[in-house]
């Protein structure tokens, strides 16, 4: 969507979409809004209570059952399993995709590692197509006004236009740009010191993991350590989704900066750094 500053502040039902790599504060822009009365819709949690429910539920049952007791329980009907994902803690769907690696040490295999993968992909596919209608129940159903799509790092991966092009009819696409050399090594260190499961598109695994097979001496998969792995490749992924993200807000949305979104403290604050984004772009 499109707007010019007095445009943007007169559109009475505002629906942004925050981009950006994890770390760069959409979920803290998400949440404040959330206690400002906008509706906060997780596409990382609707994958999870939706698009990925059953699937982590099998994965958990199939742990389940390497355990005697639980397993006479689990094939008795006697317990049930359920997922408790929280926007705050979506630890199920990081659990489910995994890391890539030695198994002794939880790591996957590559055959497993990009069934998953791909699963993820749909799955966040399907999420952001649910967008327009969570916009209409957040208003219909629920009595909220004002929408924010706090969106996984990895929505510049998917390669669908389809989504893209969605996102960009109903709601304004607002990118959250990291430009200082300080900013980006501390998101880097920061997700280094924690290393998560992550998304990569299949293009940029199928080069790099050989890449980093030959820089460690590696003959196999199961030799791969798998945090090691997720730390080596991690700062060749945020620079290969810079372009990726730009590509997306050129055409289609606006940039603020990581430095900009961390002096917003309410939602004043918020909605004066959209209008000054928006003015600002050619």
Not at 226 to 249: C, G, K, M, Q
Not at 252 to 267: D, F, L, M
Request: net charge negative.
């Amino acid at each position: 969507m499109k707007f010019t500053p007095e445009s943007f502040r007169a559109w009475p039902t505002k629906r942004i979409t925050l981009l950006g790599m994890s770390g760069v504060g959409k979920t803290y822009i998400s949440g404040m809004l959330r206690r400002h009365d906008w509706f906060h819709y997780s596409g990382d949690y609707r994958i999870g209570t939706r698009y990925l429910d059953e699937p982590i539920l099998d994965l958990i049952k199939q742990q389940a059952m390497q355990v005697p007791f639980l397993k006479e329980l689990l094939r008795n009907d006697w317990i049930d399993i359920r997922n408790n994902i929280k926007i705050e803690d979506l630890g199920p769907v990081l659990s489910f995709v995994g890391k890539l690696g030695n198994p002794d040490h939880d790591g996957l295999s590559l055959p497993e590692f990009s069934r998953r993968q791909a699963l993820y992909r749909e799955a966040e596919i399907a999420a952001m197509k649910d967008v327009p209608e969570f916009v209409r129940k957040a208003r219909e159903i629920y009595g909220y006004e004002h929408f924010v799509n706090d969106v996984g790092g990895s929505l510049c991966e998917l390669e669908d236009d389809s989504v893209i092009d969605l996102l960009a009819e109903h709601t304004l696409i607002l990118y959250i740009q990291v430009t200082t050399r300080d900013e980006e090594d501390t998101l880097i260190r920061r997700a280094q010191s924690d290393p998560k499961p992550l998304y990569y598109r299949p293009a940029f695994l199928a080069e790099h993991l050989p890449l980093y097979m030959a820089d460690k001496g590696l003959d196999y998969i199961a030799q791969v350590e798998p945090n090691d792995f997720t730390r080596w490749v991690f700062p060749r992924l945020f620079h290969s989704r810079v372009p990726r993200y730009e590509a997306i807000a050129g055409p289609h949305g606006y940039t603020v900066t990581s430095r900009e979104v961390a002096q917003v403290k309410n939602e004043a604050d918020f909605l004066a750094l959209v209008e000054a984004a928006i003015a600002r772009k050619p």
